[in-house]
T-cell receptor, first 113, second 113 residues
Framework: DAKTTQPPSMDCAEGRAANLPCNHS???????VYWYRQIHSQGPQYIIH???NNETNEMASLIITEDRKSSTLILPHATLRDTAVYYC??????????????FGQGTILTVHP | ETGVTQTPRHLVMGMTNKKSLKCEQH?????MYWYKQSAKKPLELMFV???????ENNSVPSRFSPECPNSSHLFLHLHTLQPEDSALYLC????????????FGSGTRLTVV
């Protein structure tokens, strides 16, 4: 699976948009970009994933650049409960893969009042 | 609850004890995973079971012994652990070959004394 690079930490004011970047310059054509987050001492939670088109769900939006070498997770109106470690993961889906997820250090997002 | 239930939530054990961690999912997933998260470290994949067969063992010491009796249950048997084995142990499940994300349990916080 392709390696990802994320900033170690970011701050955001409550109510503002949080934009979390991820670089994955060695991504292959069949690899998806996944985002998870882990609130302190809980299991990671799936947020969103995409292949090449921008995606949006009730939690966040995912913007993937045209060359697919980077992406941005957007939390449109951050709340204090969004304070967590955010992981960007690239992996292949389908075929013979059982879907192993490999986690890096992630980005610690702190939302301030 | 996420659909993946782990018990117990907290466990304190001596180095000579034998204990087991339990994970249960009723999401219809057919792959299950054990992860270890030590303080200030990324999640480390320990074991993968796909269709009830162990498909990956990431150089985990033999004092950790997994068991997957059916597609809904996963155990991690512990014996003669060391203090450095103290960590958060997370179970996850996913759909084999699918594009859906993982679902994690809330974890078992293990302390070895």
């Amino acid at each position: 699976d392709a390696k990802t690079t994320q900033p170690p930490s970011m701050d955001c004011a409550e109510g503002r948009a949080a934009n979390l970047p991820c670089n994955h310059s060695t991504i292959s054509g069949n690899e998806y970009v996944y985002w998870y987050r882990q609130i302190h001492s809980q299991g990671p939670q799936y947020i969103i994933h995409g292949l090449k088109n921008n995606e949006t769900n009730e939690m966040a939006s995912l913007i993937i650049t045209e060359d697919r070498k980077s992406s941005t997770l957007i939390l449109p109106h951050a709340t204090l409960r969004d304070t967590a470690v955010y992981y960007c993961i690239v992996r292949v889906d389908g075929g013979t893969s059982y879907g192993k997820l490999t986690f890096g250090q992630g980005t610690i997002l702190t939302v301030h009042p | 609850e996420t659909g993946v239930t782990q018990t117990p939530r907290h466990l304190v054990m001596g180095m000579t004890n034998k204990k087991s961690l339990k994970c249960e999912q009723h999401l219809g997933h057919n792959a299950m995973y054990w992860y270890k998260q030590s303080a200030k470290k990324p999640l480390e994949l320990m074991f993968v079971y796909s269709l009830e067969e162990r498909v990956e063992n990431n150089s985990v010491p033999s004092r950790f012994s997994p068991e997957c009796p059916n597609s809904s249950h996963l155990f991690l048997h512990l014996h003669t652990l060391q203090p450095e084995d103290s960590a958060l142990y997370l179970c996850a499940s996913s759909q084999y070959q699918g594009a859906t994300g993982y679902t994690f349990g809330s974890g078992t916080r293990l302390t070895v004394v």
